[in-house]
């Protein structure tokens, strides 16, 4: 069966300190990866998306980074944190279609 | 711009009772996804529905699929305290060969018993 892995599932990070979540996908083969961040318990903005290793989409311009260094594995990264990069950061995988998204557990980030 | 307008924000009722969440846009999609979120959880998909006029039901929960594919209700219905969340609903973008989804911006339901 299809499982994601996503950890930590807490951080707390002082302002300018670099960052670096990990998400891995089990069980599917070449799946379309995303990053979401999520404030305030609403609704979800699109950061990154990947259709395959190396391949990177930013949605939206920011202080974050994403790469893809292997088929299953896709990494949210920052050279340095921001205040407002503080929020619940979702990594999810697809293979399009009706099967929708498999979400991984999240992590809480703060920044202080 | 939000492409999916869910409605209401909110939602506060007592256990037993009916409800219906909107979920609207002016744009056609492909399918249109129900997620569930618990605190401190990733959402969890629902249903999909992907015919105009789809209707689909899930225990107590219906889902229906507007005509023009541009909107979709959820229905719940004798609610209960397990059904507390933030419900999500999200359209597949037409012609997506990512299968790249929107998401409307949730509605918080508590059900109290």
């Known amino acids: 069966s299809q499982t994601i892995h996503q950890w930590p599932a807490t951080l707390v990070q002082p302002v300018g300190s670099p960052l670096s979540l990990e998400c891995t996908v089990e069980?599917?083969?070449?799946?379309?990866l995303y990053w979401y961040r999520q404030a305030a318990g609403r609704g979800l903005q699109l950061l990154f998306y990947?259709?395959?290793?190396?391949?990177i989409s930013s949605e939206v311009p920011q202080n974050l980074s994403a790469s893809r260094p292997q088929d299953r594995q896709f990494i949210l990264s920052s050279k340095k944190l921001l205040l407002s990069d503080s929020g619940f950061y979702l990594c999810?995988?697809?293979?399009?279609?009706?099967?929708?998204?498999?979400f991984g557990s999240g992590t809480r980030l703060t920044v202080v | 711009t939000q492409l999916l307008e869910q409605s209401p924000q909110f939602l506060s009722i007592q256990e037993g009772e009916n409800l219906t969440v909107y979920c609207n846009s002016s744009?056609?999609?492909?399918?249109l996804q129900w997620y569930r979120q618990e605190p401190g959880e990733g959402p969890v998909l629902l249903v999909t529905?992907?015919?105009?006029?789809e209707v689909k039901k899930l225990k107590r929960l219906t889902f229906q699929f507007g005509d023009a594919r541009k909107d979709s209700s959820l229905h719940i219905t004798a609610a209960q305290p397990g059904d507390t969340g933030l419900y999500l609903c999200?359209?597949?973008?037409?012609?997506?060969?990512?299968?790249?989804?929107?998401f409307g911006r949730g509605t918080q339901l508590t059900v109290w018993p």
């Open positions: 999810a995988w697809s293979t399009g279609g009706v099967y929708g998204y498999t």
């Open positions: 069980g599917t083969s070449n799946p379309n």
């Open positions: 990947s259709v395959g290793i190396g391949q």
């Open positions: 744009s056609v999609f492909s399918s």
């Open positions: 529905v992907v015919t105009g006029g």
């Open positions: 999200a359209g597949e973008e037409r012609g997506s060969t990512l299968g790249r989804l929107y």
